[in-house]
């Protein structure tokens, strides 16, 4: 396990955190710490315990809102790939609608063709 020592609202913390991690954490911390500064420069000296909390409230609050979005997309995108399994669905049942279509066809001319080789014969009538 890695050791990293992060500074946030004027404390000093050696945190724990699993190895190869320990860039992500200094930039939490950056993160927590450049929040705690917004708040300091919006709302004056409350408190630092006040300051810590509303910070750790407005970064909750910001990744809630992120799940939001992220679980929006999902649904999205499932539902596009739904679309598109049905579109496929719909164009493979109209490509075997056409290739029907079009052996029909064949098969009119055909027996046109042949009515006509055969010379003065009547055609028979077309289905």
Same mark, same amino acid.
């Given at each position: 396990?890695?050791?990293v020592v992060v500074t946030i609202a004027g404390r000093t913390y050696r945190m724990g955190c699993e190895d190869g991690e320990e860039a992500r954490?200094?930039?939490? *911390?950056k993160r927590v710490e450049a929040k705690i500064v917004s708040l300091k420069e919006g709302f004056g000296d409350i408190? %630092?315990?006040r300051i810590t909390v509303m910070a750790a409230l407005t970064l909750a609050d910001e990744a809630d809102t992120a799940d939001g979005r992220l679980q929006a *997309? %999902?649904? *999205?995108?499932?539902?596009a790939q #739904? #679309? $598109?399994? $049905?579109l496929r669905e719909a164009e493979a049942a109209l490509q075997e609608k056409v290739a029907g279509a079009l052996e029909e066809?064949?098969? #009119? /001319? %055909? #027996?046109? /063709?042949?009515d006509l080789k055969r010379g003065g014969e009547e055609p028979g009538p077309l289905p």
């Amino acid at each position: 396990m890695a050791h990293v020592v992060v500074t946030i609202a004027g404390r000093t913390y050696r945190m724990g955190c699993e190895d190869g991690e320990e860039a992500r954490l200094h930039e939490l *911390a950056k993160r927590v710490e450049a929040k705690i500064v917004s708040l300091k420069e919006g709302f004056g000296d409350i408190g %630092e315990q006040r300051i810590t909390v509303m910070a750790a409230l407005t970064l909750a609050d910001e990744a809630d809102t992120a799940d939001g979005r992220l679980q929006a *997309a %999902e649904a *999205a995108l499932a539902a596009a790939q #739904r #679309r $598109e399994s $049905e579109l496929r669905e719909a164009e493979a049942a109209l490509q075997e609608k056409v290739a029907g279509a079009l052996e029909e066809a064949a098969s #009119r /001319v %055909e #027996r046109l /063709v042949g009515d006509l080789k055969r010379g003065g014969e009547e055609p028979g009538p077309l289905p």
